[in-house]
């Protein structure tokens, strides 16, 4: 079985071919991603707008790169008319990704796969829209089946498989209850499941989102976007050099009784501590609020993913998302989950597979092969969804 994934929920666009190499292991046979970090970098956040362009300019050259990868990509001309009628539904709102994807169908052949994935939520709906027309495109030209997937399902599934080698992955079985902690630029939440696929929010931010805070701490450290490695780097250089705690940042929500996060507080008290201080920050003040604040949102997120594990016994914590990729907070909650529950699994997913890539998509879609429950989308029906819910 081999799928096509594609990614476009924010301002990654990724493309990938995975193939279900024996029960339970994938095998990466193509991966292509393009950032558009530098894009965004000067605004310090994503625009949508920018965000759809650079998806729908790049997205032909990375399937046509996956592809290849994958040996998958064999050139046999279509007749050029045929191809227009049949993508004509892209005339008017993705004129761009027309006009770079109409060459590609006519000139190459349909390539070996049995389904296409595809992020169809949640994100910021301008790109996902991209992302969700070209699977139509590539679905009516090569007659393959689509299959809708949630983003933030596919972080957590990403986390769950556990690596063999650099290109192949097994799931292996987890037991339950599961219990995910989803941290990234958009999300942060808790979801408890029974199994993988079916998921229970037990609670979320009422506000930012955590990659959100550290992104937007960055800004006012002067650092670069997206701020979360940017942060953490001053972060360690301050708890390795043992620099002494300048400031005292608060712990939103710590004690709420409930699974419900709280981020915008620490932002805000962040910003007045800049302004406060009366003067340039020295290098050695950026570092220290860096630690402080990377201590007081980790402690957060560690306090409250173990206050779940202790109510609902919970036997395998799943950590997902941009945030995932934080060393302090792997360290922090490996240590004190396993410190306090010695039988607990905690899993956290590849490095580089922690932040948004389609790999991730073609993960979720083959939780689905595996299960036997392969849920394809017809066409009509397929459309992108920004506040997606697990
Ligand atoms: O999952 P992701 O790639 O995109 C969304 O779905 O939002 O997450 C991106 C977020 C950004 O806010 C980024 O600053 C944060 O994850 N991030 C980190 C780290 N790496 C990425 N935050 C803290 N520490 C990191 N090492
Ligand atoms: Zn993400």
């Known amino acids: 079985m081999r799928i096509l994934a594609i990614e476009t929920s924010c301002d990654e666009t990724g493309i990938a071919v995975l193939e279900n190499s024996s029960e339970h292991t994938v095998t ?48 046999g001309e279509k007749a050029e008319e045929g191809v227009e009628n049949t993508l004509s539904f892209l005339n008017e709102k993705e004129s761009m990704l027309k006009e770079h994807i ?29 992302g969700v027309n070209t699977a139509k495109a590539l679905s009516k030209i090569w007659n393959i089946p689509v299959i809708p997937i949630n983003h933030m399902e596919g972080h957590v599934v990403t986390a769950a498989f556990q690596k063999i080698n650099e290109s192949s992955f097994v799931l292996s079985p987890l037991d339950a209850p599961l ?8 999300h942060t939440e808790l979801v408890l499941s029974e199994k993988l ?10 506000d930012d989102a955590v990659g959100e805070a550290f992104d937007k701490v960055a800004r006012l450290l002067g650092l670069p976007y997206p701020g979360g490695p940017a942060v953490s780097k001053l972060a360690k250089e301050w708890r390795e050099g043992e620099e002494s705690r300048l400031f005292e940042l608060p712990r939103p929500m710590l004690h709420s009784g409930n699974y419900d996060f709280s981020f915008s507080g620490i932002k805000t008290a962040v910003l007045y501590t800049t302004r406060d201080l009366g003067h340039e920050m020295t290098d050695r003040e950026k570092r220290a609020l860096a630690g402080e604040f990377e201590n007081a949102a980790i402690e957060v997120l560690v306090k409250k993913t173990l206050d779940a594990v ?44 922690a932040t948004d890539n389609a790999v991730m998509i073609g993960m979720a879609a083959m939780l689905q092969v595996f299960s036997g429950e392969i849920k394809t989308s017809a066409l009509q029906d397929l459309k992108a969804d920004g506040n997606l819910s697990l």
């Open 102 to 130: 109409s060459p590609f169908l006519t000139y190459y052949k349909k390539p070996a796969l049995d389904y296409i994935a595809v992020t169809v939520g949640p994100g910021l709906e301008p790109a996902l829209w991209v």
């Open 28 to 75: 990466i046979l193509g991966n292509a991603l393009a950032s558009q970090v530098e894009l965004h970098a000067k605004y310090g956040g994503v625009f949508p707008a920018l965000a759809k362009r650079a998806h729908a300019e790049k997205i032909t050259l990375l399937i046509q790169e996956a592809l290849d990868q994958a040996e998958l990509l064999e050139a």
């Open 197 to 206: 696929g079916s998921y229970k929010k037990i609670g979320q931010t009422r």
């Open 310 to 353: 202790d109510e609902y016994a919970v036997q395998t914590i799943i950590v997902g998302g941009g945030v995932a990729g934080n060393t302090y907070l792997r360290a922090e909650l490996n240590e004190k989950a396993t410190k306090k529950y010695p039988e607990i699994r905690v899993l956290f997913p590849e490095q580089w597979l």
């Open 179 to 186: 219990l995910s902690l989803l941290v990234s630029g958009g």
